[in-house]
């Protein structure tokens, strides 16, 4: 943690990777699901977790 | 790079040997149509992550004294990429989103992405390679991470389908009997080893 404050580059480095990606999500969130794609989010199956909040949960 | 591809692929096998990417093999593996789209999509993600991970070790972290935000790193780089990948195809090819739209996300989260590119820096990397060599090794264990990561998800999930339609006992059937075949599976791939 020391490491890691004392270190300018190394803040820099995380920040500007937390900025791609929250850059990242917003466009893809802009971004429009092709029409004919669209029900397939409706048939969705996965059962790897038991996170229910998740939009790929199983029914 | 062929020994590094078929060691990856079969010998070290992401899931059967390292046990990563255990949640999509159980979760995803119930039809072979949704075992090969995630498939795809991993090999995708995995092949350009690995090579984006390596490259920003190489050229940014060493030389820059930071190895040690590594892993915050990847996992940053691997989460920003899933959605760039996705953006790209749900713009340029309507096709390949249909088929691997609904996984992308899913990859995020998937360790086995992450274990590809850390394995990458601690069994490849070193000051006396080249950064091409280094580069185009790691390459080539991507790809030979992600084909044994599909060609274990297609055989359990084809195994899976069969054991649907399968006079099994009330207890065994689902969870139970999967994890008694992905164990037999574990003990067939280790009959592999000492091939190369």
């Known amino acids: 943690m020391q490491n890691f404050l004392n270190n300018p580059i190394g803040v820099i480095v995380v920040a500007a990777l937390i900025l791609v990606y929250i850059g990242t999500y917003i466009l893809n969130k ?8 669209r029900e397939l989010f409706d048939n969705v199956s996965c ?5 229910f909040t998740c939009s790929h949960k199983g029914k | ?11 070290n096998n992401v899931i059967l040997s390292q046990f990563l990417g255990v949640c999509p093999f159980l979760g995803v593996s119930k039809k072979s149509s949704s075992a090969v789209g995630m498939s795809g999509a991993v090999m995708f993600v995995m092949i350009i992550s690995s090579l984006v991970t390596y490259t920003i070790y190489a050229l940014v972290l060493v030389p820059f004294g930071i ?10 780089v ?5 959605q760039l990948v996705e953006i790209l195809i749900k713009k340029f090819s309507e096709g390949l989103y249909k088929s691997l739209g609904i996984y992308l996300p899913l990859i995020t989260t998937n360790c086995a992405i992450l274990g590809v590119a850390e394995g990458n820096i601690s069994s490849i990397y070193s000051s006396d ?7 185009t090794t790691a390459g080539f264990t991507a790809l030979g991470t992600a084909l044994g990561f599909g060609l274990v998800m297609f055989a359990f ?6 054991l649907d339609s399968a006079d099994i006992g009330e207890a065994w059937k689902g969870i139970p009997i999967s994890l008694v ?13 000492g091939i190369i």
């Open chain 2, 157 to 162: 999930s084809s195994i899976r389908e069969r």
């Open chain 1, 30 to 37: 802009r971004t429009p699901v092709p029409e004919e794609c």
């Open chain 2, 1 to 11: 790079m062929v020994v590094a591809t078929l060691n990856a692929m079969l010998i």
């Open chain 2, 78 to 82: 691997i989460a920003s990429l899933v």
């Open chain 2, 67 to 76: 190895t040690y935000i590594q892993t915050i790193a990847f996992i940053l």
């Open chain 2, 181 to 193: 075949t992905a164990g037999i599976m574990s003990i067939a791939f280790l009959g592999l080893k």
């Open chain 2, 129 to 135: 390679i080249t950064f091409i060599s280094g580069f």
């Open chain 1, 47 to 51: 059962t790897a977790c038991s996170n």
